[in-house]
């Protein structure tokens, strides 16, 4: 199997595939018309990348291509309705670097508390100013808000109480249980979180719910001076709105991600909201920019590409449809010949139901087997009937509703 590897990646994650068999090509740098002609080029089945966007041209440069995998969380540089519209599964590496992002943005946080990077500059420039550096307010007893709790909502929360600080968090999957479990308290909305928070931290995914959800009304609910920390995505928050509240409210920000960041290592580099007034801090999307993280991230890449190879299987697929409440799932117990799941799925074929998911598990001793397969509709008795007759393969045929 041909990986190509579009972005910077671990060694170790090099080694392992080649390892395992894979014939792996690393480019990276590789971007637009010349990461589609690198995917034609190369005939890879599968596509590694971190930062790169990988569009519809990109997915549409060679029949082959198999799988996407994001050596990383985030996948909002990827064109997943592209991809599934070619049938192409898109995979992820999800908790990897969650205590990477949760230690920068505390770094974040007790930056802004001291003023790390002005006292910093001052001492170059031969400054001396303990007078205006000495005003601090400390972290203990102050509440936290955390907006979004997995994996790396939860990391922060652990760091924040090391710090013997108050934790109020809002996720849409957050239960009274699950919050009492973390030590968290839950609040009912993002804006009940801002009500109360010193510090306000974002940790969601960029979709379309997630757009803006820190905007003018969330960041105006928060008292005069606290910090609002995003190491998530630019989407998550408006800037616009961010850059006004930090002028009347005096906000101070720390910032990892950014609505225009240079897609390349190195670049320029003009976002206006490091220039606002006041104090803002940022940090060059480096959250999970770690060694432990990125040799977690490379050893899940691994993980995944493997598996699929050996098994067909994707793990952490982001685009798979989650099966629904109804449907139905037809069983199939037979012995481990040639041509009969073909007689099955022609009998479903003429029956005009669709097939959604099938499994097929081979027994011990190889000689029997069972089939599990997800149909759109529920087939009619004389179908089953056929298909439990027509072949002596088969040991037995059941049919039961997903709602059952």
Not at 118 to 134: F, I, M
Request: aromatic content about 4%; charged content about 25%.
């Amino acid at each position: 199997m041909i990986v190509l590897i579009a972005d910077k990646f671990e060694q170790t994650g090099i080694d392992a595939l080649r390892a395992a068999g894979m014939r792996v090509r690393v480019e990276p740098g590789l971007e637009d018309a010349a990461l589609a002609a690198g995917v034609a080029e190369s005939g890879c089945e599968v596509l590694v990348v971190r930062s790169t966007k990988v569009t519809g041209p990109v997915l549409a440069a060679s029949p082959l291509l198999s799988l996407v995998v994001r050596a990383g969380a985030g996948y909002n540089t990827i064109d997943v309705g592209a991809a599934s519209a070619r049938s192409i599964p898109v995979a992820n590496c999800p908790g990897k670097n969650s205590i990477a992002v949760a230690e920068l943005t505390f770094a974040l946080i007790l930056a802004l508390d001291r003023r790390v990077v002005d006292n910093a500059v001052d001492l170059r420039r031969g400054v001396w100013n303990k007078k205006e550096y000495s005003k601090a307010g400390g972290l203990k007893g102050r509440t936290l808000g955390i907006v979004g709790m997995g994996d790396i909502g939860h990391a922060v929360a652990a760091r924040a109480r090391a710090f013997e600080m108050r934790v109020v968090a809002w996720s849409r999957s957050l239960t009274d249980e699950a919050a009492a479990a973390c030590d968290v308290e839950r609040c009912g909305s993002v804006a009940e979180v801002a009500d109360q928070s010193d510090i306000l931290t974002v940790h969601l995914a960029a979709t379309a719910e997630t757009k803006h959800v820190i905007n003018a009304d969330v960041l105006n609910r928060l008292k005069p001076g606290s910090f609002v920390i995003n190491t998530a995505r630019a989407e998550v928050v408006d800037y616009r709105a961010l850059a006004d509240a930090m002028k009347s409210r005096q906000l101070r920000v720390g910032l990892d991600v950014y609505p225009d960041e240079p897609s390349a290592g190195t670049g320029t580099f003009a976002d206006a909201i490091v220039k606002c007034e006041g104090v803002v801090y940022g940090t060059h999307h480096i959250g999970a920019s770690t060694e432990q993280a990125q040799d977690a991230i490379a050893a899940e890449t691994v993980r995944i590409i493997v598996t699929f190879a050996k098994t067909g299987r994707v793990l952490n697929c982001v685009n798979v449809r989650q099966p629904g409440a109804d449907g139905w799932t037809l069983r199939v117990r037979h012995e481990n010949k040639p041509g009969v799941l073909a007689h099955v799925l022609r009998e479903l074929s003429l029956d005009g139901i669709n097939v959604e998911e099938m499994e097929n598990v081979i027994m011990a001793g190889e000689t029997g087997a069972c089939a599990h397969i997800r149909l759109d509709a529920k087939p009619r008795a004389d179908t089953i009937e056929r298909i439990r007759s027509g072949s002596g393969s088969i040991l037995a045929v059941s049919c039961t509703s997903a709602s059952a």
